[in-house]
């Protein structure tokens, strides 16, 4: 059969002189990182942003034009079908956005694209069937009768829509249906999965008196008339919603009566869906910033690129970050305020609301993509210029941008993992400040090191607020403290005889807290737990000497007595004493939440113990229930990993205690130390933030680790200065960059060898151009060497310009390519 189609589907001609070029990023399930070259048929009006259809080998695909041309090297291309929307979907800044992304993380253009379009915009090229005007005679077979009856009744349908209604429909049929002129058949698209919200609506058409008049009319000749009773009501409500109508007992033909006559009119009108429709905000005039905020904003207004607010949790940052927010839309430019999808609670939305109600909006992965789609409209459109939001609300369509906020600039969770592109939200921003002439804030009480070197060498500016405010019941402020942290030596515990997991310190405080009625934390370190090996009596612990990270305990050797380092996959015996201190006590290490919950159930007799972790937290709204049974006192103790450090602001919570908090030290990555730092000081942060004072006990076999001796003093800058000297002596980030390359298979010796191909032919392609670098590091097993039955394999890449080098080799689709990996493990 021949499809005859509502758009040309035409071959690839030689382009003619005058013929111009659109370069189109084209929806086609595959990896193709550059645009596909399409001539503009005559007539046609096309530009850079529009979302268009394009002929695709047989089919009809979706796609974005990127850029138009007046010539291209090609000998022959083949003519776009059809502009599927004259108003553009993607501005400039946003095109060029999406083919950086495509360049910098390797990743299909189209995937890129689709960051920037609103959700579910997406369509499906189906076959479409259509009635004709006047069909001729009337067809034969009962079945044709059917189908024509059914196209007659709901206009264009889809070929399953008609498949679904009448039953089995061949191709043939229809074709032969065609040929005799009862029915058209088409390639068409699917309705988009997401598309606006429409709500059909009947308004009085006329002067309520004349309604009126006509109802009485109408009720002389019958009492019961349900026109009589609707016109009355439209007289009254001149506009209600066609449901309302129904209820009223009117049925189509009722309407359709009173419309000619001219007394009303439907119409369908676009509903909203608003995530914030749950919210009311009651306005709240800002506060007078601090002399320190003001100075912080003002240094900020005055440079137009990027700048580091480095501020100790507590210190205002909020605050300078509405002020900043007011000021951008008060010159008429719209804000982005980006914040880690954990810390993206009610309260910090309220915050936003108050300030901004009405011009406000939110994205995150909760809203529901009709949500989504309607808030992607109202940004484009200028009608939301708030967007507050976690890492994908940097896409958001903001037509007139001025200001982004990346929050916590340092969480690791603005990198995308899954699906591609893998962006880190923060390098898509100033990118995307670059491309608009917007101010990018990026703000923490403990930057990304890499960041904060940024600041050192001036690449970017660096403002700090290094003074915690204390705001009082009143309103007022003054100059908070920050907690008092003790480091608690274990193995003086250990000699002491205490055996348990809470050292003495740390008991006394929790009694002292329960007694006063007040909270406390207990804070313990999951991630990698029992993978290393430390002594308890002297706290040593084994480090690969060329890569500084920590030994793991080989969970692939069978009786687990090697030690190997997962970045070069160097390996020794695990010995049976301490190396260091001949000591007994030299064993894996690691204790979970349900063991710490158990014990202090035995500890603290009588105290409301709950615990917090990835096992309890994955329902909806559990984080914001836990929340509120501490604001509500119901709980004295929680023990709790990672997800608590954040956002966490209880004026009871006067006791923090973190477990094991030599765990994260040992992680073979080289962010160990930079995450220990931050989360001990974000967890340290969650004690005293109000009038109470608060104190934090920080229990390790390792007192003199830097992280931790930095994070108990508070001292950033201390933690910095070991942190940048250690990253320059390994040529870590910010001195080089890192590519991760993982292969996985459900065959080992498979995933093995093809782990060891690549590694080689970068390894030879490298040489052979002559560079020295990147160093090409492994295979070596991931450090979860087998994920649901699949062995892994990772190669590292570590250089000025790693990526470069994968221009040499192929992968396969097996192999996961990450560029500034997030993490190692
Ligand atoms: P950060 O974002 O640095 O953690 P916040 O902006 O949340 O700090 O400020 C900490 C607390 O101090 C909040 O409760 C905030 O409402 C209050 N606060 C901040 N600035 C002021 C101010 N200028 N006047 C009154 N209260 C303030
Ligand atoms: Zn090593």
Not at 74 to 88: E, G
Not at 297 to 312: M, N, Q, R, S
Request: aromatic letters at 6%; proline letters at 7%; a neutral charge.
């Amino acid at each position: 059969m021949t499809t005859p189609s509502m758009f040309g589907n035409d071959p690839a001609e030689a382009p003619t002189a005058g013929t111009r070029f659109a370069e189109v990023a084209v929806n086609a399930g595959q990896p193709a990182r550059q645009p596909f070259t399409y001539s503009i048929p005559d007539g046609l009006e096309v530009a850079a942003g529009q979302a268009v259809f394009v002929p695709f080998g047989p089919r009809i695909l979706q796609g974005v034009v990127m850029a138009l041309a007046d010539a291209t090297p090609l000998q022959a291309v083949r003519p776009i079908s059809a502009v599927a929307d004259p108003a553009a979907v993607l501005d400039g800044p946003h095109i060029a956005l999406a083919r950086w992304m495509s360049d910098e993380y390797l990743a299909p253009l189209w995937d890129c694209v689709a960051c920037c379009l609103p959700s579910g915009y997406g369509q499906k090229a189906v076959t479409m069937v259509s009635p004709v005007d006047i069909p001729p005679l009337l067809p034969a077979y009962p079945k044709d009768q059917r189908i024509l009856q059914y196209i007659a009744a709901n206009g264009r349908v889809s070929i399953e829509a008609l498949r679904e209604a009448v039953g089995q429909v061949s191709l043939t049929l229809l074709d032969r249906l065609q040929r005799d002129g009862h029915l058209t058949v088409a390639q068409g698209l699917a309705r988009p999965a997401g598309r606006p919200r429409m709500e059909r609506r009947v308004a009085l058409g006329a002067a309520p008196e004349a309604a009126l008049a006509q109802a009485d009319t109408l009720a002389e000749r019958n009492a019961k008339s349900v026109e009589a009773r609707l016109l009355r009501h439209l007289a009254a409500h001149p506009d209600v919603t066609l449901t309302e109508t129904r209820e009223l007992g009117a049925t189509p033909g009722h309407l359709r009566k009173l419309e000619a006559g001219g007394f009303l009119r439907e119409y369908e009108q676009q509903l909203e869906r608003d995530p914030l429709a749950d919210y009311r905000f009651e306005h709240r005039p800002p506060p007078v910033l601090s002399a320190d905020q003001a100075a912080a904003f003002e240094a900020i207004w005055a440079h137009p690129g990027t700048t580091l607010l480095h501020g100790v949790t507590g210190s205002g940052k909020t605050e300078v970050y509405l002020e900043l927010v007011r000021r951008t839309l008060e010159g008429g430019r719209a804000a982005i305020v980006l914040v880690p999808e954990i810390a993206l609670t009610p309260q910090a939305i309220r915050r936003y609301g108050e300030r901004f109600g009405e011009t406000l909006t939110v994205f995150h992965s909760q809203l529901s993509m009709g949500e989504l789609f309607d808030q992607w409209y109202r940004v484009q459109r200028g009608d939301a210029r708030v967007i507050v939001g976690s890492r994908s609300a940097i896409f958001a369509p903001v037509p007139n941008l001025g200001l982004v906020v990346l929050d916590e600039e340092h969480e690791w969770s603005y990198k995308q993992v899954d699906p591609q592109p893998r962006y880190h939200a923060r390098d898509a921003a100033e990118r995307l400040c670059g491309l608009t002439g917007a101010r990018l804030v990026l703000g923490s009480a403990t930057p990304d090191v890499v960041t904060y070197h940024r600041s050192e060498v001036g690449a970017i500016k660096r403002v700090e607020l290094l003074q915690r405010l204390s705001p009082g019941t009143d309103g007022s402020i003054s100059e908070g403290a920050l907690p008092a942290v003790t480091i608690v030596d274990m193995r003086e515990e250990l000699r002491g005889g205490n055996r348990s997991i809470f050292s003495q310190p740390l008991r006394r405080a929790v009694h002292a807290a329960l007694r006063q009625g007040e909270q406390s934390i207990l804070f313990v370190n999951r991630r990698g737990s029992a993978r290393f090996v430390l002594c308890r009596d002297c706290g040593y612990l084994p480090v690969c000497p060329s890569c500084e990270v920590a030994l793991s305990v080989d969970v692939q050797s069978p009786v687990s007595t090697m030690l190997v380092c997962h970045h070069c996959g160097r390996s020794r015996r695990l010995e049976d004493r301490c190396p260091k201190c001949d000591g007994r006590r030299y064993r894996p290490f690691g204790v979970g939440t349900q063991r710490v919950e158990q014990e202090a159930r035995a500890y603290f007799p009588g105290a409301r113990v709950a615990r917090w972790d990835s096992d309890v937290s994955g329902q909806k709204g559990s984080h914001e229930r836990m929340v509120q049974s501490l604001e509500s006192g119901e709980i004295d103790i929680l023990v709790g990993t990672q997800m608590l450090a954040k956002g966490l602001d209880l004026p009871e919570m006067t006791v923090v205690g973190v477990v094991d908090a030599d765990v994260g030290l040992s992680l073979p990555d080289y962010h160990s130390h930079e995450r220990t730092f931050q989360l001990l000081s974000q967890v340290a942060g969650r004690a005293g933030r109000r009038e109470k004072p608060g104190y934090v006990f920080i229990q390790t076999y390792e007192p003199e680790a830097g992280p931790i001796v930095a994070a108990a003093t508070h001292e950033y800058r201390a933690f910095y200065d070991e942190e940048i000297a250690h990253r320059r002596r390994a040529g870590y980030p910010p001195f080089n960059r890192l590519v991760r390359l993982i292969f996985r298979h459900a065959r080992q010796e498979h995933a093995l060898e093809e782990a060891a191909r690549v590694a080689n032919e970068l390894r030879i392609g490298r040489d052979a151009a002559g560079r020295a670098e990147p160093d090409v590091l492994g295979p070596t097993p991931a450090y979860i060497p087998r994920i649901r039955g699949e062995y892994r394999y990772q190669v590292l890449l570590r250089g000025r310009n790693p990526s470069r080098l994968l221009e040499l080799v192929r992968l396969g689709e097996h192999w996961h390519v990450e560029i500034d990996p997030p993490s190692l493990i």
